[in-house]
T-cell receptor, first 111, second 115 residues
Framework: KNEVEQSPQNLTAQEGEFITINCSYSVGISALHWLQQHPGGGIVSLFMLSSGKKKHGRLIATINIQEKHSSLHITASHPRDSAVYICAAANYGGSQGNLIFGKGTKLSVKP | ETGVTQTPRHLVMGMTNKKSLKCEQHLGHNAMYWYKQSAKKPLELMFVYNFKEQTENNSVPSRFSPECPNSSHLFLHLHTLQPEDSALYLC??????????????FGPGTRLTVL
């Protein structure tokens, strides 16, 4: 079992729909990252959070430290949101600062 | 140039070739990372450099050899690779290692195919 699990693996939505991607982790963390990877391969950091909730435009990220769970929400989804969304836990112990990655959620938004 | 750049973007090599991947960051960061991304698998950390010193080698085979001449440049030297080494190789940088809440900035990656 991976230390960082994401669900779903694949997600297809219609333009305008509200989208939720989930991430559960089993390690102690100092921060939780959400990343976006477009088909070309480049990765962009969307959020880094250690508690509560953050919002940037149509994207919202939440984290529940007690339940070791985070969600990424996209409101009013658009085809340009189509990408792979990756959750990564910044490991608190062991190799401090290293990120443990989930396998990613491939999102496809249809017009 | 801004951010993190990687060259080449695509590389095809035979198993007996020697090649190098280059990464450059223009962010003034002190930590640099090499990651491997294979199909259907999570990103795997390969190497970490902090202030030009290698601080982590994540059990990577010796056919991959990193080099960090200064805080802005990172190389990955490749020799006698295997077909299973075909993957996307991503470079990243952060302000410094050792702080789990450091945001990492990624390059566009080099798509490597080993024939």
């Amino acid at each position: 079992k991976n230390e960082v699990e994401q669900s779903p693996q694949n997600l297809t939505a219609q333009e305008g729909e509200f989208i939720t991607i989930n991430c559960s982790y089993s390690v102690g963390i100092s921060a939780l990252h959400w990343l976006q990877q477009h088909p070309g391969g480049g990765i962009v950091s969307l959020f880094m959070l250690s508690s509560g909730k953050k919002k940037h435009g149509r994207l919202i990220a939440t984290i529940n430290i007690q339940e070791k769970h985070s969600s990424l929400h996209i409101t009013a989804s658009h085809p340009r949101d189509s990408a792979v969304y990756i959750c990564a836990a910044a490991n608190y112990g062991g190799s401090q600062g290293n990120l443990i990655f989930g396998k990613g959620t491939k999102l496809s938004v249809k017009p | 140039e801004t951010g993190v750049t990687q060259t080449p973007r695509h590389l095809v090599m035979g198993m007996t070739n020697k090649k190098s991947l280059k990464c450059e960051q223009h962010l003034g960061h002190n930590a640099m990372y090499w990651y491997k991304q294979s199909a259907k698998k999570p990103l795997e950390l390969m190497f970490v450099y902090n202030f030009k010193e290698q601080t982590e080698n994540n059990s990577v085979p010796s056919r991959f050899s990193p080099e960090c001449p200064n805080s802005s440049h990172l190389f990955l030297h490749l020799h006698t690779l295997q077909p299973e080494d075909s993957a996307l190789y991503l470079c990243a940088s952060s302000q410094q290692r050792g702080q789990g809440d450091n945001e990492q900035f990624f390059g566009p990656g080099t798509r490597l195919t080993v024939l």
